[in-house]
């Protein structure tokens, strides 16, 4: 089992940039799949971005491709988010999820665990 604590949402202008931090708890984070999702009011949740277990393989939205990169550093147990040129449309509720498998997935009903949630404001 892992549980998971997102950090670094806060409120940014549009045109900035913010990192998001996921801490792992339990053993073994090297063996979980992360993944990035976030939620919007009135939308349903979808995926950001992905990481293979090794962080080799990496999965982007359409939307966030080349504004946003996910990466991880297993001696941490740490997952991050960096996210640049921020649009207003990526404000949300942004979580963390870990899926027990060899394989990414792209869907939140494939992650096994997931984190609080950390709200991203994007303003004008």
Do not use: H
Not at 33 to 58: D, N
Not at 69 to 95: C, F, G, H, W
Not at 97 to 121: E, I, K, R
């Amino acid at each position: 089992q892992v549980q998971l604590v997102e950090s670094g949402g806060a409120l940014v202008q549009a045109g900035g940039s913010l990192r998001l931090s996921c801490a792992a708890s339990g053993r073994s984070f090297g063996s979980y799949v992360m993944g990035w999702f976030r939620q919007a009011p009135g939308k349903e949740r979808e995926i950001v971005a992905g990481i293979s277990r090794l962080g080799r393989s990496t999965y982007y939205a359409d939307s966030v491709k080349g504004r946003f990169t996910i990466s991880r550093d297993n001696t941490k147990n740490t997952v991050y988010l960096q996210m640049s040129s921020l649009k207003p449309e990526d404000t949300a509720v942004y979580y963390c999820a870990a899926d027990y498998s060899t394989q990414l997935a792209y869907t939140a009903s494939s992650y096994d665990y997931w984190g609080q949630g950390t709200q991203v404001t994007v303003s004008l």
